[in-house]
């Protein structure tokens, strides 16, 4: 029996879960204390589709359990660093915009079995980068999404099929169907994983 059987896990649906991007977490602790961390993490389990939330700092400090001045400092060394920026709602409030930080070298390293050199600037252009094997991709968001999505499915044959579907559906979408896929015991799937996320893809985007 497969050892995830004997525990209640996680599900990425119904809205009980929200993303963070990898690069904060991976190279901005150094650069800022844990409590900002911990105030970003909050601040993207509260942003709506536009990445913005207008939370007093009141009501932070009082949900995390720190000061309303440590929440303070916090912010300002979010914004310092260009991970939010902020602008004046009201008299009390502030609208919190949580920016694209970009990725790094090593976080690409990190998502992917293999080792491609990605550069910097990766997500916002669609440069084209010589890999070991000699064929030349795209080194889009999309077309490393869809890298990601082959690799986990282990169907790297089905590149092109995935890259279809980032390209249509939202990515938080995909991922919310891609941890189920994932986190189903393989004996309780008929084909494969690939064919179970192609079915769920469907299905969830008809009926929703």
Avoid at 29 to 41: F, H, M, R, T
Avoid at 182 to 189: A, E, R, S, V
Wanted: aromatic share 10%.
């Amino acid at each position: 029996m497969p050892l995830s059987q004997n525990y209640n896990l996680r599900m990425m649906r119904n809205g009980e879960w929200f993303w963070v991007d990898k690069n904060v977490l991976r190279n901005y602790p150094s650069l800022i204390k844990a409590s900002a961390i911990i105030v970003y993490i909050y601040l993207a389990s509260m942003v709506d589709e536009n990445q913005s939330c207008f939370p007093s700092q009141k009501y932070i400090a009082d949900n995390l359990g720190c000061s309303r001045a440590t929440v303070n400092r916090a912010i300002k060394k979010l914004a310092e660093q260009k991970l939010i920026a902020i602008e004046r709602k009201d008299r009390i409030h502030f609208n919190y915009m949580l920016l694209h930080t970009g990725n790094s070298n090593s976080e690409t390293k990190m998502s992917h079995v293999r080792n491609s050199p990605v550069s910097n600037n990766y997500t916002n252009n669609t440069n084209k980068q010589e890999i070991n094997n000699n064929t030349v991709v795209c080194t889009t968001k999309e077309d490393l999404f869809a890298q990601d999505i082959a690799d986990a499915l282990k169907e790297p044959s089905q590149i092109e099929t995935y890259r279809h579907y980032v390209r249509l559906y939202p990515e938080g979408f995909i991922r919310r169907i891609l941890s189920e896929v994932k986190l189903t015991p393989i004996h309780k799937i008929r084909k494969s994983r690939h064919a179970l996320f192609m079915y769920l893809i469907r299905y969830y985007a008809k009926t929703h």
